[in-house]
């Protein structure tokens, strides 16, 4: 620790916090936050005791593109990434194994380029654009659980459900979809503004391994919605599908309308 | 039969986190739409430029994507956790810039802290957490919450903050001061 008496380090950590110090003073805490880790914790205090206020920034959506360069960044190699400057967090945290983004043949998310050149949809694209039932099905192979580590990790047991997890991008939006396997409700939100025609209605499906869909009812188009299940969800991950209905929902019991949108669900445990 | 457990919100940031952290892009994308909007806030409200909040968008994201495993459920929320990285990127940016206040400043509204009504799954998780942060500022002299305030929603520092409250930088430096301190004492009381 360094020759700051207490209640100066703790006066230090709070405007580092709160945002006043110049560009120096700044500095000095963020080398200090890197050496040790009493500093981090001192700046953590503060940091939760204002976590609160966060609450007060208005959510503003950032253009599409951002998403597109992002994920060309992430996947580009070193020098950027592999120059990390000493960082206690990361030398506290576990060391993770990652071999399968290492592998470019193997890798799921390669940049576009090259899977163009493969012919192969790259799954961040097939995730970007909502791709049609078939085209799931098609690209099911690259989505088998060798690309998800977390599910092979040694050790892991299976005490609570598998969490599936899905986005239905729609033209001017998507739904965000979770619920647990065996669940009878999942918990829908709203993203932006999906297009729905005026006298229709989006309908969510999930699809098992027999191909029926089973309706999951209607979707909202604003905020947050729990939806109950006739069905419980399966113990293998189901795509799920939004189709578009006459208002009220699909008079069958199976979709009747045009399948806008699909995904099959990201099984996390 | 027992009724599955669907996750929180939190719960389901903190999986997307540890997937992310084992270079998951679906992961990562997902964890990017339910969250971007929230760190765009942060970062177009400080930056008040919509191109320079986008490139410090990314550079967030990118450092969350290589220091996912970073996160730990002692750190707060993951939703927090993620927003406050915004913040400081916003933050060192600013600092790197010569002159950060302008004169339409004055036109900007602070959030009003009543509004900040969280949704009844995050109030809790949270504990009531807002609610003992807004009655210790609604606790303090008013030129003290001010300069907290804006402090903590725009950036300023304190020679900014000053200028913005029209007093002297030692007042102001002792507004904030003091402020803090008994911000501290009223939220561990």
Known sequence: ?269 | MQMPHVPSEAEVLARLLRATAERDLRSFRLLYDSTASHLMGVLVRMLRQRDRAEEALQDCYLRIWNKAESYEPAKGHPLAWMMTIARHRALDLLRAQREHLSLDDEERPLPVLSDLAPSPEDEAETGGELHRLEDCLEALPGEQKQALLLAYYEGYTHPELASRLSSPLGTVKSWVRRGLLRLRECLEA
């Open chain 1, 1 to 269: 620790m360094s020759r700051l008496s207490a209640p100066a380090r703790d006066y230090l950590a709070a405007v580092y916090v709160l945002g006043v110090l110049a560009a120096p003073a700044r500095r000095a805490v963020q080398q200090r936050m890197q050496r040790d880790p009493e500093w981090q914790a001192l700046v953590q205090h503060w940091e939760q005791y204002f976590h609160p206020l966060l609450a007060g920034y208005e959510p503003v959506l950032p253009a599409g593109e951002v998403w597109t360069s992002l994920a060309r960044r992430a996947n580009e190699p070193p020098p950027k990434l592999a120059r990390p400057k000493p960082d206690p967090e990361a030398m506290l945290a576990p060391r993770r194994g990652k071999a399968v983004a290492a592998d470019p043949a193997n890798d799921p998310v390669a940049p576009p380029a090259v899977a163009g050149r493969r012919g192969v949809s790259p799954l961040w694209r097939a995730w970007a654009i909502a791709a049609s039932l078939l085209a799931v099905v098609s690209t099911g192979a690259v989505l088998q659980p060798q690309h998800f580590p977390f599910l092979s990790r040694p050790g892991v047991v299976a005490e609570t459900p598998a969490l599936y997890l899905g986005a239905l991008a729609v033209d001017g939006g998507r739904w965000l979809v979770r619920g647990a396997a065996g669940g009878e409700s999942v918990y829908v939100s709203v993203e932006e503004r999906p297009r729905v025609q005026r006298n229709r209605a989006a309908e969510l499906w999930w699809i098992g391994s027999d191909g029926t869909p089973r309706s999951m009812g209607l979707l909202p188009t604003e905020g947050e919605a729990q939806l109950m299940l006739a069905q419980a969800l399966p113990d293998e991950a189901p795509v799920f599908a939004v189709s578009m209905e006459p208002r009220g929902g699909s008079p069958t019991g199976l979709p009747t309308g045009p399948v806008v949108s699909t995904f099959r669900a990201i099984v996390q445990r």
